[in-house]
């Protein structure tokens, strides 16, 4: 995503917070409607072959198809596109584990209406029958979209613990999936660079402001106002003590 390294604005028109050199301004990589083929594998999003055998190709898929595919198998459908995901690494799951606790306590105490949930929880994100992602992390305040087999519309807010296999996904297409489909708070955790940027996405179309914070940090959590904190330097430290200065 093309943005300059200063924290600057992305756009020409809108300013950065003077008061946070580290806060600044995107807007959307695609225009509206489905990015195609061509600029998936640009953005380094790549699939392999479902098996299903129907006839149908990437961009054509739906929710049946989606619940056609092998139990032990894990897959997103975004956009009539199915991905299958790698298995985590134990880093990920580690990050994961000490951000659900994190969460969980902190919402909790702040935002008792709202529940936090893991992976794998189908999300049907956009309400139709041809997305279906599994984000890392979940929470949910609209508790009438939480059903029994998934969650059926855009949570609050979402985590994605980034790989080298999901970057590019994770940073360009379901960015911009997430904000068009009403979800108010991003959070892409880089295991590799120990960074995490947030994304607060606003009511103007495809506009957003984004924060990037180091593993060594408090991060605020927008949809509590800041009431709740997710302190981040207990996980670097479990991650320092485990695998030392390997990434």
């Known amino acids: 995503m093309d943005r300059k390294e200063n924290g600057t604005d992305h756009t020409s028109g809108s300013n950065s917070n003077p008061q946070n050199e580290k806060e600044f301004r995107y807007y959307s990589e695609y225009p509206e409607g489905r990015p195609d083929g061509e600029a998936l594998e640009a953005a380094g999003v790549y699939w392999t072959d479902p098996g299903l055998r129907n006839g149908k190709k990437q961009g054509e898929y739906t929710l049946e198809d989606y619940l056609a595919l092998p139990y032990e198998e894990r897959w997103e459908l975004i956009d009539g596109y199915l991905i299958r995901m790698d298995s985590p690494t134990t880093e990920h799951q580690i990050i994961l584990g000490n951000l659900y606790t994190a969460f969980r306590r902190c919402i909790d105490e702040h935002c008792a209406s709202c529940k936090v949930l893991f992976a794998p929880t189908d999300v049907q994100l956009d309400m139709d029958n041809k997305t279906i992602v599994e984000p890392d992390l979940i929470v949910l305040c609209d508790l009438q979209k939480l059903r029994k087999k998934r969650?059926?519309?855009a949570p609050d807010l979402l985590v994605e613990i980034l790989s080298p296999s999901t970057h590019s996904k994770d940073m360009l297409w379901k960015n911009s999936k997430y904000?068009?489909?009403?979800?108010?708070?991003?959070w892409m955790?880089?295991?590799?660079?120990?960074?995490?940027?947030?994304?607060?996405?606003?009511?103007t179309e495809g506009e957003y402001r984004s924060r990037l914070y180091g593993f060594d940090e408090e991060i605020p959590v927008g949809i509590s106002r800041g009431e709740c904190r997710i302190d981040?330097?207990?996980i670097q430290r479990e991650l320092e003590e485990i695998y030392g200065d390997e990434s």
């Open 151 to 153: 969650i059926f519309g």
């Open 179 to 186: 904000q068009k489909a009403g979800v108010k708070e991003y």
């Open 189 to 203: 955790v880089d295991p590799e660079k120990r960074k995490v940027l947030v994304n607060l996405f606003e009511k």
């Open 232 to 234: 981040f330097a207990p």
